[in-house]
């Protein structure tokens, strides 16, 4: 086995693509954050890009709601998606069924959740007909600045959740049935099998889902711009938002060093978390 | 059977590779256009040669033309009737392309495709100080020189002429945009109102709507960036009255904006509206489409809007019609009154078009200037506006709000900011929308507004900021 199986050169294509796709563009927007550049031609401009941003009224809510939105959404996935989960795995008749309904939203695009639950929420659709109808008085979830971060983000865990349970789920029936069996001839219930068996074991898809909802939750704007595009005022002005109307204002350099600071903060962010979550798993 | 699935399968993927980086180039796409369209371009140039009597000079068949555009409803119509005139003219073929409908990013679009060298024949575009961002001398086509730029009036050819070289980059694609208040002609007599001529009295006609009816007295959809912006844009009249070179100081960073007395009342005006609760009860949730609807039926009685609405209630709403008329956005004298008004964007002509598709594509650029194409396009939809070209009488059917709007344009009328400086940050509809909410005093508003320009401008390289 000393002998290696395949020729190092092999390798050269796959690394070509990695490098023209992945490792030259990355460095190349870590250059034109540092410029105002109009796609033609470049200006060095150090670090004033990055000043900029951060003097913006609009980043300065931006990161705050980011902060909330990702937070908010990524736990509330985590822990409504393992409830979910162990509901649909206890072994119900409607298992699969349920599995379907929630996992459902998922199947849809981000910009057509938007615009449906634009027209679904608006002061006259029709969820505000039948709050009137019930003597209720008009909610206005998206054009109240008040509440239309909450109401994003209820949409996207509603979106978000499906992706949650399915990983859930697979993380649950990989758990030999032994430990409960076991467990059960030493008399455990249903909360300490939970405790002691079941969230031990899922700790590795728990830290699954929670990385993956929290980047998600971090870069998400899609579905926020096209829910509110931002508004009212700041209030739902995410950094994925400032950059994307950066760019289509044609402010190339800035709205790269946007993404620039975005790949940053995901990259504090998420390693630290990730190690902590191991950690964790070490412990228990 | 695995190992010829596999190199199948490779060679399907390297050939489709081979057709998408061909198809980015415009010579493959017209032979191959070509080839498809031969036969048709055939019979259509059989049952010609008696019809076309102005312009016999021209027989194109076999060309393919790629046009993009970034208009939608009756107008994008329009076009394809235009452009299928042409067809049936010249026997070749014209491909058109939707870009997005929202301007950022259309304009956005077609700057990535001009540093990639990916742009369309012929395209729509932004005039005046916009022009600029996609570098003209490099992608644009000069007309100057062409014995048909007479068909184009002198002050819109005056916008896309470039001034040191004389290069002429567009011709007119629609009709010019008249801003001003709409009003219901109904609600003004029923309640026995007069025309306001100063903003006192503007606010003074709300406040009897306001007590004497349940109508809004102004329908302000805010719902859109562009809906928010236009009261304030369109008082760029009143602001270049005061100081005709406003926007060539502000842009050599001579002047400030907040010390424009004229600047500031396009905030006030948006607050005081806010602020009397002379709006909807939720102006962020109401579209331009709604607010049109409600002006025709009388459900609200003014809306500061562009020209271009009558064009939305004749598709939403055509029995209210003739109740709506037109008089310019009140300021603080009667003396001084005055309106803004849109250019309509242009056709550009892409630079680099290959050889055997210029002659084609000039020939198309020409037609879509002469009374014949305008004809195709009134086929479609009722112009809200001047054609910006001679001899070109605007239909009968045109409406009484258009027709006054339109005579406002001679009498005393300016292009609106963005003709004269790009420099515009981007949370401007943003922070209209707070002002229009209540969230920002204009004294708050005009201090971000300074902030975000001036980024704008650092970012576009602009000397002096």
């Given at each position: 086995m000393n002998k290696k199986r395949y020729p190092m050169w092999l390798a050269v294509p796959g690394l070509l693509i990695y490098i023209t796709i992945f490792v030259i563009p990355t460095f190349a927007s870590f250059y034109f954050s540092m410029t105002t550049w109009n796609l033609k031609s470049s200006v060095f401009t150090g670090f004033e890009n990055f000043i900029s941003f951060f003097t913006m009224t609009s980043t300065r809510s931006a990161l705050i709601n980011t902060a909330i939105y990702a937070t908010v959404t990524c736990s509330a996935k985590v822990i409504l998606g393992l409830l979910i989960a162990q509901y649909v795995c206890?072994?119900?008749?409607t298992g699969n069924y349920l599995k379907i309904v929630v996992f459902f939203p998922t199947l849809l695009g981000n910009v057509v959740i938007g615009t449906a639950f634009q027209s679904v929420l608006d002061p006259g659709g029709i969820v505000n007909q039948a709050l009137t109808g019930a003597g209720l008085p008009v909610v206005r979830?998206?054009?109240?600045k008040t509440i239309a971060l909450a109401t994003c983000c209820a949409i996207d865990i509603w979106k978000g959740l499906g992706t949650a349970v399915i990983i859930f789920v697979a993380g649950l029936s990989a758990i030999p049935r032994d430990y409960y069996e076991a467990s059960a001839i030493d008399g455990a219930t249903g909360r300490k099998n939970f405790t002691r068996i079941t969230l031990p074991l899922i700790i590795p898809t728990i830290n699954t889902v929670l990385t993956l909802s929290l980047i998600g939750g971090l870069r998400d704007y899609d579905l926020i711009y096209t829910l509110t595009g931002g508004g009212p005022g700041y209030s739902t002005e995410v950094i994925g938002s400032v950059v994307y109307k950066l760019f289509s204002r044609g402010s190339y350099g800035l709205a790269t060093a946007g993404n620039v600071i975005l790949f940053v903060i995901v990259s504090i962010i998420v390693f630290p978390l990730n190690s902590f979550v191991s950690k964790w798993e070490e412990r228990l | 059977m695995k190992k010829f699935a596999a190199i199948t399968l490779t060679a399907a993927l390297v050939a489709s590779l081979a057709g998408c980086s061909s198809s980015g180039t415009p010579g493959t796409t017209a032979a191959e256009g070509g080839a498809k369209t031969t036969e048709a371009a055939k019979e259509t140039k059989g049952n010609e040669t008696q019809g076309e009597q102005p312009s016999g000079k021209w027989d194109f068949s076999g060309i393919t033309l790629n046009v993009a555009h970034s208009t939608t409803g009756d107008v994008s119509d329009a076009f394809d009737a235009q452009f299928a005139a042409f067809e049936e003219l010249t026997g070749a073929k014209i491909e058109v392309e939707h870009l997005s409908s929202n301007a950022d990013e259309s304009e956005n679009t077609l700057q990535v495709r001009a540093a990639t060298g990916n742009l369309p024949d012929l395209w729509q575009t932004s005039i005046g100080a916009k022009l600029q961002n996609i570098s003209p001398q490099d992608n644009i086509y000069d007309l100057s020189g062409q014995e048909w730029l007479s068909n184009i009036v002198d002050s819109y050819r005056e916008i896309v002429t470039d001034k040191e070289t004389g290069a002429v980059y567009v011709v007119p694609s629609t009709t010019s945009n008249v801003a001003g208040v709409f009003y219901n002609k109904k609600v003004y007599e029923d309640m026995g109102l007069e025309i306001p001529e100063t903003w006192e009295e503007f606010l003074a006609n709300c406040e009897k709507i306001k007590t004497g009816s349940e109508i809004d007295p102004c329908a302000s959809p805010y719902n859109t960036p562009s809906g928010v912006q236009i009261l304030f844009l369109a008082q760029y009249y009143y602001v270049q009255n005061e100081n005709p070179d406003f926007a060539k100081q502000y842009t050599a960073k001579e002047l400030e904006l907040h010390e424009s007395e004229a600047y500031m009342r396009g905030l006030t005006k948006m607050y005081d509206l806010w602020e009397k609760g002379y709006?909807?009860?939720d102006p962020l949730s109401l579209t331009f489409e709604d607010a049109s609807v409600q002006l025709a039926n009388g459900e609200a009685a003014m809306l500061v809007c562009r020209t271009n609405v009558m064009a939305t209630v004749e598709e939403l709403a055509p029995e209210g019609i003739d109740n709506i008329g037109f008089f310019p956005l009140p300021d603080k004298d009667n003396k001084s009154l005055g309106v803004a008004t849109w250019m309509p964007p242009g056709w550009a002509l892409n630079k680099n078009v290959p050889a055997e598709k210029e002659e084609c594509a000039l020939a198309l650029m020409e037609f879509l200037t002469t009374g014949e194409s305008i004809d195709a396009y009134c086929t479609k939809t009722t112009p809200t506006g001047a054609f910006m070209l001679n001899g070109v009488d605007l239909p009968d059917n045109v409406s009484t709000a258009v027709i006054e709007a339109q005579s406002w344009v001679d009498k005393a009328s300016s292009p609106v900011m963005e003709y004269f400086s790009d420099i515009k940050g981007s949370n401007m509809a943003t922070i209209l929308q707070m002002v229009g909410t209540g969230d920002y005093t204009p004294d708050q508003a005009i201090t971000e507004i300074e902030q975000d320009n001036a980024i704008d401008a650092q970012q576009k390289g602009i000397a002096g900021w």
């Amino acid at each position: 086995m000393n002998k290696k199986r395949y020729p190092m050169w092999l390798a050269v294509p796959g690394l070509l693509i990695y490098i023209t796709i992945f490792v030259i563009p990355t460095f190349a927007s870590f250059y034109f954050s540092m410029t105002t550049w109009n796609l033609k031609s470049s200006v060095f401009t150090g670090f004033e890009n990055f000043i900029s941003f951060f003097t913006m009224t609009s980043t300065r809510s931006a990161l705050i709601n980011t902060a909330i939105y990702a937070t908010v959404t990524c736990s509330a996935k985590v822990i409504l998606g393992l409830l979910i989960a162990q509901y649909v795995c206890s072994g119900i008749r409607t298992g699969n069924y349920l599995k379907i309904v929630v996992f459902f939203p998922t199947l849809l695009g981000n910009v057509v959740i938007g615009t449906a639950f634009q027209s679904v929420l608006d002061p006259g659709g029709i969820v505000n007909q039948a709050l009137t109808g019930a003597g209720l008085p008009v909610v206005r979830f998206l054009t109240d600045k008040t509440i239309a971060l909450a109401t994003c983000c209820a949409i996207d865990i509603w979106k978000g959740l499906g992706t949650a349970v399915i990983i859930f789920v697979a993380g649950l029936s990989a758990i030999p049935r032994d430990y409960y069996e076991a467990s059960a001839i030493d008399g455990a219930t249903g909360r300490k099998n939970f405790t002691r068996i079941t969230l031990p074991l899922i700790i590795p898809t728990i830290n699954t889902v929670l990385t993956l909802s929290l980047i998600g939750g971090l870069r998400d704007y899609d579905l926020i711009y096209t829910l509110t595009g931002g508004g009212p005022g700041y209030s739902t002005e995410v950094i994925g938002s400032v950059v994307y109307k950066l760019f289509s204002r044609g402010s190339y350099g800035l709205a790269t060093a946007g993404n620039v600071i975005l790949f940053v903060i995901v990259s504090i962010i998420v390693f630290p978390l990730n190690s902590f979550v191991s950690k964790w798993e070490e412990r228990l | 059977m695995k190992k010829f699935a596999a190199i199948t399968l490779t060679a399907a993927l390297v050939a489709s590779l081979a057709g998408c980086s061909s198809s980015g180039t415009p010579g493959t796409t017209a032979a191959e256009g070509g080839a498809k369209t031969t036969e048709a371009a055939k019979e259509t140039k059989g049952n010609e040669t008696q019809g076309e009597q102005p312009s016999g000079k021209w027989d194109f068949s076999g060309i393919t033309l790629n046009v993009a555009h970034s208009t939608t409803g009756d107008v994008s119509d329009a076009f394809d009737a235009q452009f299928a005139a042409f067809e049936e003219l010249t026997g070749a073929k014209i491909e058109v392309e939707h870009l997005s409908s929202n301007a950022d990013e259309s304009e956005n679009t077609l700057q990535v495709r001009a540093a990639t060298g990916n742009l369309p024949d012929l395209w729509q575009t932004s005039i005046g100080a916009k022009l600029q961002n996609i570098s003209p001398q490099d992608n644009i086509y000069d007309l100057s020189g062409q014995e048909w730029l007479s068909n184009i009036v002198d002050s819109y050819r005056e916008i896309v002429t470039d001034k040191e070289t004389g290069a002429v980059y567009v011709v007119p694609s629609t009709t010019s945009n008249v801003a001003g208040v709409f009003y219901n002609k109904k609600v003004y007599e029923d309640m026995g109102l007069e025309i306001p001529e100063t903003w006192e009295e503007f606010l003074a006609n709300c406040e009897k709507i306001k007590t004497g009816s349940e109508i809004d007295p102004c329908a302000s959809p805010y719902n859109t960036p562009s809906g928010v912006q236009i009261l304030f844009l369109a008082q760029y009249y009143y602001v270049q009255n005061e100081n005709p070179d406003f926007a060539k100081q502000y842009t050599a960073k001579e002047l400030e904006l907040h010390e424009s007395e004229a600047y500031m009342r396009g905030l006030t005006k948006m607050y005081d509206l806010w602020e009397k609760g002379y709006q909807c009860e939720d102006p962020l949730s109401l579209t331009f489409e709604d607010a049109s609807v409600q002006l025709a039926n009388g459900e609200a009685a003014m809306l500061v809007c562009r020209t271009n609405v009558m064009a939305t209630v004749e598709e939403l709403a055509p029995e209210g019609i003739d109740n709506i008329g037109f008089f310019p956005l009140p300021d603080k004298d009667n003396k001084s009154l005055g309106v803004a008004t849109w250019m309509p964007p242009g056709w550009a002509l892409n630079k680099n078009v290959p050889a055997e598709k210029e002659e084609c594509a000039l020939a198309l650029m020409e037609f879509l200037t002469t009374g014949e194409s305008i004809d195709a396009y009134c086929t479609k939809t009722t112009p809200t506006g001047a054609f910006m070209l001679n001899g070109v009488d605007l239909p009968d059917n045109v409406s009484t709000a258009v027709i006054e709007a339109q005579s406002w344009v001679d009498k005393a009328s300016s292009p609106v900011m963005e003709y004269f400086s790009d420099i515009k940050g981007s949370n401007m509809a943003t922070i209209l929308q707070m002002v229009g909410t209540g969230d920002y005093t204009p004294d708050q508003a005009i201090t971000e507004i300074e902030q975000d320009n001036a980024i704008d401008a650092q970012q576009k390289g602009i000397a002096g900021w």
